[in-house]
C-alpha cells in the first residue's frame, strides 16, 4: 500500500502570494458566513442541545444559596 501524504503540506512561498491567498481565504470566509449564517447557527445550535440532552453529568447548576459541602 502506498503512503499516505500530507494533503496540507504547503510549498514554500513569496510573502506576497502568501498574503494574498490568506486575503482571499478570509473573503471567501466571510461572505461564507454571512450567506449561510442562519444555517451554521441552527446546527450548532441544534448539535448543543442534543449533547446537552444526552450528557449524563449535565446538569442545572446548585442555587446560590446553597452551601458548597
Same mark, same amino acid.
Given at each position: 500500500?502506498?503512503?499516505?501524504? +500530507?494533503?496540507?503540506? %504547503?510549498?514554500?512561498?513569496? +510573502?506576497? $502570494? =502568501? =498574503? $494574498?491567498?490568506?486575503? =482571499?481565504?478570509?473573503?471567501?470566509?466571510?461572505? %461564507?458566513?454571512?450567506?449561510?449564517?442562519?444555517?451554521?447557527?441552527?446546527?450548532?445550535?441544534? =448539535? $448543543?442541545?442534543?449533547? $446537552?440532552y444526552t450528557d449524563p453529568t449535565h446538569s442545572r447548576p446548585p442555587p446560590l444559596n446553597d452551601p458548597p459541602f
Amino acid at each position: 500500500m502506498t503512503e499516505d501524504t +500530507d494533503p496540507f503540506a %504547503f510549498p514554500d512561498m513569496p +510573502d506576497e $502570494a =502568501v =498574503v $494574498a491567498i490568506d486575503q =482571499v481565504l478570509e473573503a471567501f470566509n466571510h461572505r %461564507f458566513q454571512h450567506h449561510y449564517g442562519l444555517q451554521l447557527y441552527r446546527w450548532y445550535h441544534a =448539535v $448543543a442541545e442534543r449533547e $446537552a440532552y444526552t450528557d449524563p453529568t449535565h446538569s442545572r447548576p446548585p442555587p446560590l444559596n446553597d452551601p458548597p459541602f
